[in-house]
């Protein structure tokens, strides 16, 4: 008779704090400065050097004077990075670390549809979300997070149409903001998409004085019922601007709670919960299971072994040209 295999589960044993010093060891031995987007657990953004939304970290990571990034958060931010700083040693915890939009446009099939366009006669820019891959950077005009988007789409000229990839509800909420007809690519955030609009409504009657908080990457069912829309460093900036104690439901992703608490901890924040498609119940899905590939061991593992690491790829070098035009200038 064979015995069962009995897995190591000593991984799962190391001490947080135990990790945590040696992260700060190998750091200074490695020459890496750290940085953690706000959708990674709470204890990697506390050993980060820098934290932020998606459009802080691409300009913080310019400024680093170390030889090596890690980047805390999913592939298309370790890419940006590397294309941003090529000189650079760029390691990211797990390779694995993708996104539902960046895989939701290809750059054959965007580069097909933009042919299509152009074959009909029609002139027009196409706009990338930053939740993309470099591949598909390097094929189009711009490139906007969050936290830039409206000011990006004032610079497209009037004259032009829009193609925006691949977020189908920021562009219709861009389109709402702007003013600007656009063509959208039909993709979608996994986490954003499945927020529950009737646990909202009943969370909203269960605390009538409670503001909303909402991401725009939800669709247009949960904006409407949303008092402030906007990326996350927006959210963090809001709560910290409201001095009175206050309930704030948050529609994004869940350890976006820990940044808010840290700005603002005079305030309580419900995160509004996501819907199982497949039976309707309600479940934690509001954990992004990309973001969550990252935990302390990996960033110490990564750390020891100089990698996984990005690679420098030749369409990087047109990529950067958008990403500078478009985050930098
Ligand atoms: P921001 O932090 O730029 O709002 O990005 C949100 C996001 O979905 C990152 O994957
Ligand atoms: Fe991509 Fe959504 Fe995860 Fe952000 S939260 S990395 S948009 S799947």
Avoid at 104 to 125: I, T, Y
Wanted: glycine fraction near 6%; proline fraction near 6%; hydrophobic fraction near 40%.
């Amino acid at each position: 008779m064979s015995l069962p295999v009995i897995q190591d589960s000593s991984a799962t044993q190391e001490d947080p704090l135990d990790l945590m010093d040696e992260i700060d060891a190998l750091k200074q031995e490695r020459d890496v400065t750290i940085l953690a987007h706000f959708y990674v657990d709470g204890e990697i953004q506390d050993i980060a050097d820098f934290t932020g939304d998606s459009l802080k970290l691409a300009r913080d990571a310019t400024r680093v004077t170390t030889s090596g990034i890690l980047f805390a958060g999913v592939h298309f931010m370790g890419e940006s990075t590397k294309i941003m700083n090529p000189e650079k040693r760029v390691l990211i915890p797990d390779l694995q670390a993708g996104c539902s939009l960046a895989e939701s446009c290809p750059p054959d099939q965007l580069a097909a549809f933009q042919q299509q366009l152009r074959d009909q006669g029609r002139d027009f820019h196409t706009v990338a979300y930053i939740n993309t891959s470099a591949a598909v950077k390097s094929l189009v005009d711009w490139i906007v997070t969050s936290g830039n988007a409206r000011e990006i789409i004032d610079r497209v000229p009037a004259d032009k149409e829009i193609l925006f990839v691949p977020d189908q509800h920021l562009g219709r909420y861009l389109m709402e903001v702007t003013g600007r007809k656009m063509i959208l690519w039909p993709g979608s955030c996994m986490v954003h998409e499945v927020f529950s609009i009737q646990d909202l409504i009943r969370m909203k009657k269960r605390n009538p004085d409670s503001i909303v908080m909402a991401h725009p990457e939800c669709p247009q069912n949960i904006l409407e019922l949303t008092d402030v829309i906007g990326g996350t460093e927006k959210m963090r900036q809001y709560v910290l601007q409201t001095e009175q104690p206050t309930t704030f439901l948050v529609a994004t992703e869940g350890s976006m709670i820990h940044p808010l608490e840290k700005a603002a901890p005079q305030h309580t924040y419900i995160p509004v919960p996501g819907i199982m498609a497949s039976s309707g119940e309600t479940c934690a899905c509001n954990r992004c299971p990309h973001m969550s590939l990252n935990t302390l061991q990996k960033v110490r593992d990564c750390l020891r072994n100089n990698g996984p690491e990005i690679e420098w790829k030749d369409y990087f070098a047109t990529a950067r040209e958008v990403l500078d035009r478009s985050l930098l200038q």
